[in-house]
């Protein structure tokens, strides 16, 4: 199994639309984030996540929302889906401590399609 | 404002041949730079870091060298396969922070 497992990986939907992507992790670490990718662009922030009770914006926090149900599921939100928010999305964790404190593990991605 | 830029966009080479990608940064304060590996549908993959005190650093085929007086760092493919074939992003760590600044990558493809 994955270390870090997104799902859905690919999923169409329509403009309104509420969405859920999940995360769940077996590294054992306590920071979580999600991450945007689009053609042309380096990955952007969403939210991140430093343990289950710590949640902070990310530079594109707007129309998102996340929940930290353990340390180990971390899922991301679109209230209500619009077209440019359509992209490859990407979980990833990192230790924050010790050696490859900053090391980012990615998932595979989500990629999402809003019609 | 925090920047990562690479170089080229895109390239293509041959099997067994070598190339070079570039990255150049304005980050302050640097922590770190990595460079990661994304195959196409994968998520990206950390194949080296180099920190403010490293010049070069290699992993198999992969050497990454780091200039910190002129902000530039290189990943150079020695003996190019075709599994190469992939995104290359160039990440630079903001000291004393939780953000990373992501290059927006070049794209590898080695053909036979």
């Known amino acids: 199994d994955a270390d870090v497992t997104q799902t859905p990986r690919n999923r169409i939907t329509k403009t309104g639309k509420r969405i859920m992507l999940e995360c769940s992790q077996t590294?054992?670490?306590?920071?979580m984030y999600w991450y945007r990718q689009d053609p042309g662009l380096g990955l952007q922030l969403i939210y991140y996540s430093f343990d289950v009770k710590d949640i902070n914006k990310g530079e594109i926090s707007d129309g998102y929302s996340v929940s930290r149900q353990a340390q180990a599921k971390f899922s991301l939100s679109l209230e209500s889906a619009i077209p440019n928010q359509t992209a490859l999305y990407f979980c990833?964790?990192?230790?924050?401590?010790?050696?490859?404190?900053?090391?980012?593990?990615f998932g595979a991605g989500s990629r999402l399609t809003v019609l | 404002k925090n920047q990562v830029e690479q170089s080229p966009q895109s390239l293509i080479i041959l099997e067994r041949k070598n190339c070079t990608l570039q990255c150049n940064y304005t980050v302050s304060p640097f922590s770190n730079l990595r460079w990661y590996k994304q195959d196409t549908g994968r998520g990206p993959v950390s194949l080296t870091i180099?920190?403010?005190?490293?010049n070069t650093k290699s992993n198999g085929r992969y050497t990454a060298t780091l200039d910190a007086d002129t902000k530039q760092s290189s990943l150079h493919i020695t003996a190019s396969q075709l599994s190469d074939s992939a995104s290359y992003i160039c990440?630079?760590?903001?000291?004393?922070?939780?953000?990373?600044?992501f290059g927006t990558g070049t794209r590898l493809k080695v053909l036979a």
């Open positions: 180099m920190t403010f005190s490293e």
């Open positions: 990440v630079v760590s903001v000291s004393g922070t939780y953000k990373y600044i």
């Open positions: 590294k054992g670490h306590d920071r």
């Open positions: 990833a964790t990192s230790p924050g401590t010790g050696t490859g404190a900053n090391v980012l593990t």
